[in-house]
């Protein structure tokens, strides 16, 4: 049985150094906790490297670690790595891995742009799993995909759906090349999208919570689209507004 | 000029307690931070009781104050009141204020039970404001409205829309009496939303992250409705539930 006691251990300081965006970068890695997202990504094949479990903890019965041996911390080497208030004393340390998806293939997809809040960033993956999209594209600029809330804010969602990173002005023009309509959204200069009738396959874009779409993929997109506001707030959440598209279009 | 230096002041004290819903009820006053909150109090008169500045504040100059006089405080002080990392040095004490909602005139409302996040409470609040919605009802167990989480996610939506509070029972039964009809949202005996034509006037309640609606209220409804998984995704957050529901029914 494998087991680490003190956070002076050299696996537990590399493990720490996954908190931050550049640890993940540097290491190629990132930490999942709590059993949820531990099961999602043991059923979903996830490259996990280690299981770390803290030894105050029972593992439920209906869990299994599948094929991985399971590696006991001791409740401080737990505190350490926990980036929750009132961890379950799970984690799991798993490899970054690059799919691809062949946008002839595909028929919808979600592009991110530069949106900041990290649970906006998850809510919408977990949306864009739950309405049966195909990839979401993150945009440079976008908040970071193994970021501890964005993770959280997937419900498991990263580890069923492609989810890539790129250059939208890029993504769009070889979009439109394999014939998908891009929908961008925007308040000006934009049709109400219940008066739109989507194309079979089409991607839309949402943008960053105070200055929405780049202008650049806005001129470049097929059709901008835009949600009524009927009442006197001035907007609504970016989460909100994808979640309201991708059930309508 | 008012000035308040010291964290010690007598205020300063009442005000920090106004940050747990204990104080806030004890002295049926909250507090809300930052300039676009603010101003929106301002704009919907709000009943402001202190308007409060940060000395090394400088007032934007499309910000006024309307009637209320500023009382600047020490930078000690407002680093006291925040509740957020970078504040802005502003806030407004406010009391609370009682909404009366007449059912006979309402034709559509959004019923909150025992939702849990406030940032789900205060985003539902935004989009019902969106949406053109008459009022919201947080039913007993849901998240505080006053929770400075609650109100930055209301974006203001609290501050131009009835936000009532009560027992769900009762309400759906006062609502029924009015001919608003109830539709409940459950993932069990319950019809997909795009399936249901809407009546004039109705009532949807969303519930708890992990156990849904309450089964007492969905047996009180008219008609149970879901929201179909087409992905892998086993649920939606119930924030972006809510805004499905209400822009498409």
């Known amino acids: 049985m494998k087991r680490i006691d003190s956070i002076q251990n050299n696996s537990v300081k590399a493990w720490k150094k996954l908190h931050t965006k550049k640890g993940r970068e540097k290491a190629k890695q990132?930490?999942?906790?709590?059993?949820?997202?531990?099961?999602?990504?043991?059923?979903?094949?996830?490259?996990?490297?280690?299981?770390?479990?803290?030894?105050?903890?029972?593992?439920?019965?209906?869990?299994?670690?599948?094929?991985?041996?399971?590696?006991?911390?001791?409740?401080?080497v737990s505190k350490e790595l926990s980036e929750t208030e009132t961890t379950q004393g799970i984690y799991a340390?798993?490899?970054f891995s690059?799919?691809?998806?062949?946008?002839a293939k595909v028929s919808k997809l979600l592009l991110i742009d530069e949106v900041q809040d990290p649970g906006n960033v998850g809510t919408m993956i977990r949306t864009a799993d739950?309405?049966?999209?195909?990839?979401?594209?993150?945009?440079?600029?976008?908040?970071?995909?193994?970021?501890?809330?964005?993770?959280?804010?997937?419900?498991?969602?990263?580890?069923?759906?492609?989810?890539?990173?790129?250059?939208?002005?890029?993504v769009v023009s070889e979009l439109k090349e394999q014939g998908i309509s891009v929908y961008g959204t925007s308040l000006q200069n934009a049709k109400p999208f219940n008066e739109v009738k989507a194309s079979n396959r089409f991607a839309i874009i949402v943008g960053n919570e105070g200055k929405g779409v780049n202008s650049n993929l806005l001129s470049l997109s097929d059709e901008n689209l835009y949600i009524p506001i009927y009442g006197r707030a001035e907007s609504l959440n970016v989460g909100i507004a994808a979640g309201i598209l991708m059930y309508s279009l």
């Open 30 to 76: 990132y930490i999942v906790e709590g059993f949820h997202l531990v099961e999602e990504a043991i059923k979903n094949d996830a490259p996990i490297l280690h299981l770390l479990l803290s030894e105050e903890i029972d593992l439920p019965s209906n869990f299994s670690p599948g094929s991985f041996e399971l590696t006991y911390i001791s409740k401080e």
């Open 93 to 95: 340390i798993i490899e």
């Open 98 to 103: 690059y799919m691809r998806v062949d946008f």
């Open 130 to 170: 739950a309405a049966g999209y195909d990839a979401v594209i993150l945009g440079t600029g976008t908040s970071d995909l193994y970021n501890s809330k964005t993770i959280r804010s997937t419900q498991g969602s990263l580890f069923h759906m492609p989810i890539l990173r790129g250059d939208l002005i890029e």
